[in-house]
């Protein structure tokens, strides 16, 4: 297998756009994230001034993995907001510099601070204790005064003294985090700061809390480039069916993702992806032609998707996996699990269609939508009218992930004529779905206007004691909107299936 950096991939072409009648809701949440990048070592440094980039600082750039950015630096801080006793035990008479990163426009942000001076030690103590004693801070953001809510963190095993901490708020309807990890040194007292759409992986924000510890003490950091799958990086497996790229992260019983229609495997929700990761290995990949995926000999096909995707199981040596697919995916999944039943343990099928015969067909409204490359994506074709803040969160979920290159226009048009293929009832293995004796999965979102709610039911109908779960005011993208309690279900079927 050969591997490339990160940095050569991403998602640009692909990551939603909002035009200027949609997206009100979207640009809204993405102002409150920019300013969330702002709150520096915790809800102490709230109100950061942006200053030169060459102030002193505890990690560069080169020691970070993925595709991070200097966002700004400073030595001092604006104000204290709503506990200044916190504040004091820091700032007053101790230099405090401040260096922060960000991925794509705003989030995940990362922000480092060096606490320097006399009696470290005993500002410290002020510091923990006046911490423990502020339950509910209250801090300017988006000039806005909002209030976090604390929670106590497990911290990494560095550093003579340590503490962690959560905040967490909703702004805009999204739900935001920032976690915190504080350590005392013979030289200073460090704190990294990490926030997120949603609570980050405890490894994450103590990877990073380790490093800038390291850099610190005159040791060369190493920060793992697999902490979230948007800085995970693209791998090329080379298989007995052609080249596919992929990307994974975590460890633990295996969980294959397969990616719908026309979009690369940047288009899955992080914090999805990083939540099933918490136990699991999970693996995300390139389908045939797009990316560095070999194409598959002669005409596209779902069967021919659905080999290659065994392939790369196999290639991988991933054993019997769980095997998630999204829209065309869940097609894509379906044929694996007929013709290929050695490499699948559980399915989960999400958002897609049977092959059985006559279906409800997508509204024509929507198919417009889909083969437009400029309004693909667009909010009502993923999530429903009323849910722009969770479109916004998509929107900034995604654009983590580096540039991505468009799937060209002719392996669109193959994918369409062989999810065409499959809706005709044509294809073998569509017709044999009721062969299936796997664990399945069959969920959607109540309000998918991509995939009418009638293919869901016929699903998993014909598949013997699949469970049919919807999850209401959720469109196609559900998984999105419903992260979290998707993955949890998802974690769920994998215990069953041991």
Same mark, same amino acid.
């Given at each position: 297998m050969s591997a490339r950096g990160p940095t050569a991939r991403g998602l640009a072409t692909y990551a939603p756009k909002v035009t200027r009648d949609e997206g009100v809701a979207a640009g809204r949440v993405t102002r409150v994230v920019g300013a969330l990048a702002l709150v520096a070592a915790s809800f102490v440094a709230a109100g950061l001034a942006a200053g030169a980039s060459s102030a002193p600082h505890l990690l560069t750039l080169s020691e970070l993995p993925g595709p991070w950015r200097v966002a700004g630096s400073s030595t001092s801080t604006s104000e204290s907001g709503s506990c200044p006793a916190? @504040?004091?035990?820091?700032?007053?008479? @101790?230099?405090?510099?401040?260096?922060?990163?960000? %991925? +794509?426009?705003?989030?995940?942000?990362?922000?480092?601070?060096?606490?320097?001076?006399?009696?470290?030690?005993r500002a410290w103590r002020a510091f923990r204790s006046a911490s423990r004693a502020c339950t509910a801070p209250r801090v300017k953001i988006a000039g806005k005064w909002t209030t976090l809510h604390p929670s106590a963190i497990t911290p990494p095993s560095i550093g003579r003294a340590r503490a962690g901490i959560s905040y967490s708020f909703t702004r805009s309807g999204v739900a935001l985090v920032v976690d915190s990890i504080e350590v005392l040194s013979a030289r200073a007292i460090t704190t990294v700061d990490y926030a997120a759409l949603a609570t980050p992986s405890p490894t994450i924000v103590a990877a990073y809390a380790t490093a800038a510890y390291h850099r610190l003490s005159g040791v060369s950091p190493r920060v793992p480039s697999?902490?979230?799958? #948007?800085?995970?990086?693209?791998?090329?497996?080379?298989?007995? *069916? !052609?080249?596919?790229?992929?990307?994974?992260? +975590?460890?633990?019983?295996?969980?294959?993702?397969?990616? !719908?229609?026309?979009a690369p495997m940047e288009v899955w929700d992080p914090r999805f992806v990083d939540a099933l990761a918490q136990g699991h290995r999970v693996v995300v990949f390139d389908n045939a032609g797009v990316g560095e995926t070999s194409a598959v000999r002669g005409p596209l096909?779902?069967?021919?998707?659905? *080999?290659?995707?065994?392939?790369?199981?196999? #290639?991988?040596?991933?054993?019997?996996?769980?095997?998630? +697919? &999204?829209?065309? !995916?869940g097609m894509v999944a379906q044929a694996l699990a007929v013709t290929h039943p050695g490499e699948v343990r559980a399915l989960v099928l999400m958002a897609t269609f049977p092959g059985t015969g006559p279906i409800e067909r997508t509204p %024509? *409204?929507?198919?417009?939508?889909?083969?437009?490359?400029?309004?693909?994506?667009?909010?009502y074709t993923l999530f429903p009218k009323d849910q722009r803040a969770a479109y916004g969160a998509f929107e900034i979920a995604l654009s983590g992930y580096p540039p991505t290159p468009a799937v060209p226009a002719a392996l669109e048009a193959a994918q369409r004529n062989a999810i065409l293929e499959w809706w005709s009832g044509r294809v073998p293995a569509a017709r044999r779905v009721g062969t299936i004796h796997v664990p399945t999965l069959v969920a959607d979102g109540r309000a998918d206007l991509v995939d009418p709610s009638a293919n869901s039911s016929a699903l998993a109908r014909l598949i013997p004691?699949?469970?049919?779960?919807?999850?209401? *005011?959720?469109? @196609?993208?559900?998984?999105? %909107?419903? &992260?979290?309690?998707?993955?949890?279900?998802v974690a769920a079927l994998v215990g069953r299936a041991r």
């Open positions: 916190v @504040h004091n035990a820091l700032f007053n008479n @101790h230099t405090v510099r401040i260096q922060t990163f960000t %991925q +794509g426009p705003a989030l995940p942000s990362l922000t480092e601070a060096v606490v320097t001076g006399a009696h470290l030690k697999d902490l979230t799958i #948007t800085t995970a990086p693209v791998e090329v497996a080379h298989t007995s *069916d !052609g080249s596919v790229a992929y990307r994974s992260i +975590g460890a633990g019983p295996p969980i294959v993702l397969v990616m !719908g229609y026309a096909s779902i069967q021919k998707m659905a *080999d290659q995707t065994a392939a790369l199981i196999a #290639t991988l040596r991933l054993g019997r996996c769980v095997v998630v +697919g &999204w829209s065309m !995916g %024509q *409204d929507v198919v417009k939508a889909l083969t437009d490359p400029k309004a693909r994506l667009a909010p004691g699949a469970r049919l779960v919807w999850y209401p *005011d959720a469109g @196609h993208a559900f998984f999105s %909107q419903r &992260w979290l309690a998707v993955s949890t279900g």
